[in-house]
């Protein structure tokens, strides 16, 4: 069984501080089923190959048990299952968990990766290999192997060679494989307990409480064991990355409320209108669009010819769709119009070619650590000639008269920054990707704590 990982990043050669395997030198491992081998069959600064080779040992699996021939002659040795999974987690179990003690930077930097597995069994086929890898962002191709090359008639196998094809971080595509590779193969070579809902939160998270196929990918992954089942997705439920469906649904009406006296919402979407139209920006995409507040008002505006909204959340998209259905426009205003599903995290093709992105109220919706992948997939690779980004200003809360005191403004926000916090960090990617900065205050100004909202203009220069 042989998973190799291809990077384009520059310099490539970076894969082997990530992996913490010296592209030099080949290592093997002995593991209880078998040797893992480590090897890198290319390297260059332009691409480098890290190939994880496994090589299973049947004799040693049943070593000691009274054994049927079933589970001497199997697939096992030749398939990517539970068993790459546990030599994943333990050859380069440095990199699955993100750390990196030369470079401590790189885990979190997205870069261009392909994954290629020589034989996945996929049970449920390509449309379910697609339904788990393609929500998270991955091109997919999938060839399929036939039972038998002689004995045609005999029909497909369920084995797959699998190209997984994205940018982001490297530690995101080994958690990724590490769940879905024995979901994909529907069966584990060990007792699954209750260390496993465990294991399954760790490495699921950021991602799982979002996924649309959460729910299989639990079942399977738990074996179908009903009790920890429920015990996993009652946890994903509340986890720190919540279901963005419900957290928006349940807590947007919590912000609104906290600043509606000063009908903030409005005075928002004004500043960002005005500032688009002043730099011209007629085709623009709403990066975290939620349900369209922004959206309605540039498509009842003519001056906008290309308006894309995006949002990580299926329902609040949906919502979005059926609030602007009822503007009861002409239909070739439609075209104008498109709502996709998308994480900013994540560098996404669909992102490009706009005069301006907007960033309403979203940068505070993210973990701090993965600030530094949003700004590469906005100013780095959809570099749009102007970004308009809102947040609130957190010096502003103790005048909110709703609010508690240390308390954000709504559950879902990560953090909510000082003017001279957002200030600095907004220099610096100015600074990082070429942009120039400018900003402005939203919202009744206080002399001591300044605005409710802050705003930043970016340029391109
Ligand atoms: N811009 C909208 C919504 C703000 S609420 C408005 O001003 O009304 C924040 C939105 O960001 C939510 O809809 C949430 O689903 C979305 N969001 C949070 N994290 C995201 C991510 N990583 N990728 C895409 N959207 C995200």
């Given amino acids: 069984m042989l998973l190799t990982i291809t ?31 480590v090897f890198y ?37 030749y398939v990517a299952s539970s068993f790459l999974s546990v030599a994943i987690a333990q050859v380069w179990s440095t990199a699955l968990t993100g750390r990196c003690k030369e470079r401590p930077e790189l885990p979190q930097t997205p870069i261009p990766l392909l994954a290629k597995l020589s034989v ?35 029909g497909q196998s369920q084995y797959y060679t699998v190209e997984l094809h994205h940018t982001l971080p490297l530690t995101d595509l080994l958690s990724h494989l590490y769940v879905l590779i024995p979901v994909l193969d529907d069966d584990k070579h060990y007792w699954v307990g209750d260390d496993e809902v ?36 009652a946890q994903l439920a509340e986890e720190d990355e919540p279901d963005p469906d419900s957290a928006e649904e349940s807590h947007a009406l919590e912000e609104a409320a906290v600043e509606k006296p000063i009908s903030l919402n409005q005075q928002r979407l004004n500043a960002v209108v005005t500032a688009l139209k002043t730099n011209g920006a007629k085709r623009v995409i709403d990066l975290g669009c939620g349900q369209g507040n922004l959206l309605k008002i540039l498509l009842g505006d003519s001056f906008f010819e290309q308006i894309t909204g995006v949002d990580v959340s299926y329902r609040s998209l949906e919502v979005a769709q059926q609030r602007l259905d009822r503007l009861h426009l002409p239909r070739n205003q439609w075209n104008r119009l498109q709502l996709i599903q998308g994480a900013l995290t994540y560098q996404d093709k669909r992102f490009t070619g706009y005069d301006a992105a907007t960033v309403i109220e979203v940068i505070e919706h993210l973990d701090p650590p993965r600030l530094t992948a949003f700004e590469r997939v906005v100013f780095e690779f959809a570099q749009p000639k102007t970004v308009v980004i809102t947040t609130p200003n957190i010096e502003y809360n103790v005048r909110f008269e709703n609010l508690p005191a240390l308390k954000l403004r709504h559950k879902d926000h990560r953090f909510e920054w000082t003017r001279t916090e957002f200030q600095n960090w907004a220099n610096s990617v100015a600074e990082r990707f070429s942009y120039t900065v400018q900003f402005q205050t939203i919202g009744q100004e206080d002399p001591e704590v300044g605005s409710p909202t802050q705003m930043a203009l970016f340029r391109n220069c």
């Fill in 7 to 37: 990077t384009t990043y520059h310099p490539a050669t970076d894969l082997g501080y990530l992996l913490h395997k010296h592209p030099d030198r080949c290592q093997s491992f002995s593991l209880s089923f078998g040797q893992a081998h």
């Fill in 41 to 77: 069959p290319e390297v260059s600064v332009g691409r480098c190959t890290a190939a994880l080779l496994l090589d299973v040992d049947p004799i040693k699996l049943v070593r000691g048990r009274s054994v049927t021939l079933e589970q001497y002659v199997n697939d096992r040795p």
């Fill in 120 to 154: 996945l069994p996929c049970r449920g086929g390509e449309e379910f290999l697609r339904q788990l890898f393609e929500p998270l962002g991955y091109t997919v191709t999938a060839q399929r192997h036939s039972l038998d090359e002689e004995f045609p008639d005999w």
């Fill in 198 to 233: 465990e294991k399954l939160l760790r490495h699921g998270e950021g991602w799982l409480s979002n996924h649309p196929a959460r729910e299989q990918i639990t079942n399977r992954y738990l074996k179908r064991q009903r009790h920890l089942t429920r015990a996993a997705l």
